[in-house]
């Protein structure tokens, strides 16, 4: 979904975040994982947040994840973002145990929405960058 008519803020590029931003534009959310003790994080840094060690690399999520917390805005504290109230920014935790802020979109009712329920990761562009939101999976 391309929406070009807003101007949201746009992030920081540097040479540490650079591979976050282009795993995200070929298609895949990548996060970082530590070499020495295995844990894996978001946002990028260069230090692993467990062990803080610096030897880590990036590896490619599987796109599955679970709602860990999340709030409904129904107020917009930037005008990009007053077109698309109500609108719910969640702590999403990947399936590989990385954590990131982000979007559940595909909700009607966010009062359907409950802890630790089942997200499967979507992409979507705003103003040409690729943004990593997620959706809920549905029962079958």
Same mark, same amino acid.
């Given at each position: 979904m391309e929406n070009t008519d807003l101007n949201i803020p746009m992030p920081e590029f540097n040479q540490l975040n650079q591979p976050y931003w282009d795993s995200l534009a070929q298609g895949h959310l990548s996060f970082q994982h530590c070499t020495c003790c295995a844990h894996n994080w978001l946002p990028p840094r260069s230090e692993c947040p467990h062990c803080l060690e610096d030897k880590w690399t990036w590896q490619a999520a599987s796109g599955k994840a679970k709602l860990i917390s999340?709030?409904?805005?129904?107020?917009?504290?930037?005008?990009?973002?007053?077109?698309r109230l109500p609108y719910a920014v969640a702590?999403?935790?990947?399936?590989?145990?990385?954590?990131?802020?982000s979007n559940v979109v595909g909700v009607e009712?966010?009062?359907s &929405? +409950?802890?630790d329920q089942a997200l499967q990761l979507v992409i979507e562009k705003e103003q040409g960058l690729a943004i990593p939101r997620f959706?809920? &999976? +549905?029962?079958i």
């Amino acid at each position: 979904m391309e929406n070009t008519d807003l101007n949201i803020p746009m992030p920081e590029f540097n040479q540490l975040n650079q591979p976050y931003w282009d795993s995200l534009a070929q298609g895949h959310l990548s996060f970082q994982h530590c070499t020495c003790c295995a844990h894996n994080w978001l946002p990028p840094r260069s230090e692993c947040p467990h062990c803080l060690e610096d030897k880590w690399t990036w590896q490619a999520a599987s796109g599955k994840a679970k709602l860990i917390s999340w709030v409904v805005y129904h107020m917009a504290y930037h005008p990009a973002f007053a077109q698309r109230l109500p609108y719910a920014v969640a702590v999403v935790e990947l399936a590989e145990g990385a954590r990131l802020i982000s979007n559940v979109v595909g909700v009607e009712d966010f009062e359907s &929405l +409950k802890i630790d329920q089942a997200l499967q990761l979507v992409i979507e562009k705003e103003q040409g960058l690729a943004i990593p939101r997620f959706r809920p &999976l +549905k029962c079958i």
